[in-house]
Each structure stands twice: as C-alpha cells, then as structure tokens.
C-alpha cells in the first residue's frame, strides 16, 4: 500500500493543472490537433459503443461502504480521494447544515464535501481518515488557503458508532502532534448528503478537454458512476501517487500512437 500521508495540503493556491510529463512528438500533436479540430468544427462528441460495464459493485459479504468528509473547496476534495487504491466512485455535495436541497449559490449552513465510495478489502475507514488529516490544515478556522467561509469548515460526517469512534481517536493523534493550535474539526452524524449540481462533479477532469475526448465523452451521468473518472479526475489535478501519475501519461502516449482508440481502464 502507498504511503498515504505524503500528499499535498489543500491549503496550497488552488489551481486547475494538466500533467507535464507528456512528451508528445510532432506526429503525434498533430494528432491531436487534427482530432479536437474536427471535434469542435463538428460540434459533435466522439462517442463509442460497446462499453465496458463498472466491475466495481462489491460483493454480498463485502459490499462498498461510503465515507464523507468537507476539507475546503469540494473540486480539489474530489481529486485528492479519487486516485486511491480501494476508491471506487467519488462525488461532490452538501452536508451539515439544516436548509434542505441546498444550492452552490444558496447554501447558509451546509459544508462542501466529498462522498467517497470504497471497498473496504482494499482500504479501510482509517486510511481515509489519514488521508483526511494529510489533505488540509484542519487547524485553519473556516477556510483553507484562499477558500474562506462557513461553507469550507473541516468536517468528518460519520455514519455510526465505530465511524465516530475512530474520528474521534484520529482527532486525538492529530491535536497531540502540536499543543500551540487547535484542530478545528468538527465530528458530525451524517444526516443527509445532497449532491451538487451536475457542473459541479468531477470539476478537474471536466477542465482537461484532451482527456474527457480520450475516455469516450462520457454523459453525465455515466461520467458521475465512472471509476475511471474518478482517478482521471485525480491525475488531473496532478493528485495521483507520482508512479501512477507516470503510468497514465505513458498510457496516454501509447493511446495516441495507436491512432486515439477510446481511453477504458488505467
């Protein structure tokens, strides 16, 4: 299992990153060049039949458990789970306030959060939580970095009695690794997570054009189920462990050497 602590603080300046390490020749932007050109003369989207059903639906002994937690701004949330070992299926949304259906322009005394869906054969709650502590500064009073408000505030929404257990006991490692602040996490019962508006989810991802055409153009709702998306979402927001961040650059290389073939699994 990869180290789960060596991640980058949501504190840091946000911003919207395609991986670097592409080393595309002149054949092959002109591939590229060729393909996006004809998609928006077009005004069509590259679609493909015969899709690959989600394996990803647990199994009776072990079915997929979810998690959710609000660190600041719910873009880069959603990319800082997605490229997990375990993470099956990731979203954003609302929680913690009392105004049902809230809305991104409307949302009084809800938080952004992540909803993380996951195999608990292959990672645990607590791993989550590590990650959770690793991703933000959990010390920093209603906000994180840029992102300042009600609506940022560091939140683990539990969804039973051994969930609120270990948030508790990972709230109690985490204030006793400094005496001199306070960790402003609060410790919620989930009681409802709304899911934000469609534009919303898989923000990363959607800002990568080159990428949404290389899976397919997914619709929406299959973009919202898709476990590819999910890490996709993550390797664009460069979030992805550095080996698999390399792993799907190479792929995309291959990809467009073999004359664009639509993008199924990494």
């Known amino acids: 299992m990869e180290d789960l602590s060596r991640r980058r603080p949501l504190s840091e300046t946000r911003s919207i990153r395609i991986s670097r390490s592409v080393t595309l020749s002149p054949l092959h932007l002109f591939l590229v060049v060729v393909v996006l050109t004809s998609f928006f003369v077009n005004a069509q989207s590259i679609r493909f039949a015969n899709r690959i059903p989600d394996p990803y639906t647990g199994s009776p002994n072990q079915p997929l458990r979810t998690a959710v937690f609000a660190l600041g701004s719910f873009w880069r949330s959603e990319a800082v789970f997605g490229c997990l070992d375990g993470v099956v299926r990731t979203a954003v949304g609302y929680a913690g306030g009392s105004k049902p259906n809230p809305e991104y322009r409307s949302l009084r005394d809800h938080a952004e959060c992540v909803q993380v869906e996951y195999d608990p054969r292959l990672i645990c709650y607590r791993q989550l939580l590590d990650v959770f502590w690793s991703s933000h500064d959990s010390r920093q009073v209603l906000g994180q970095g840029p992102d300042v408000g009600n609506q940022y505030r560091s939140i683990i929404f539990t969804n039973g009695t051994e969930e609120s257990r270990l948030a ?14 306070v960790v402003t996490t609060q410790i919620q019962h989930l009681e409802t997570f709304y899911h934000a508006e469609p534009e919303h989810q898989k923000f990363e991802l ?3 054009s080159l990428l949404l055409q290389l899976m397919g153009n997914l619709p929406q709702e299959e973009l919202q189920q898709s476990n590819l998306a999910a890490k996709m979402n993550s390797f664009a927001a460069e979030l992805c462990p550095p080996h698999i961040q390399k792993q799907i650059d190479a792929k995309i290389g291959d990809i467009i050497k073999k004359s664009w073939p639509v993008l199924r699994n990494v």
């Open 206 to 208: 959607k800002q990568n």
């Open 168 to 181: 508790a006991l990972s709230k109690e490692r985490e204030q006793s690794k400094s005496k001199s602040s």
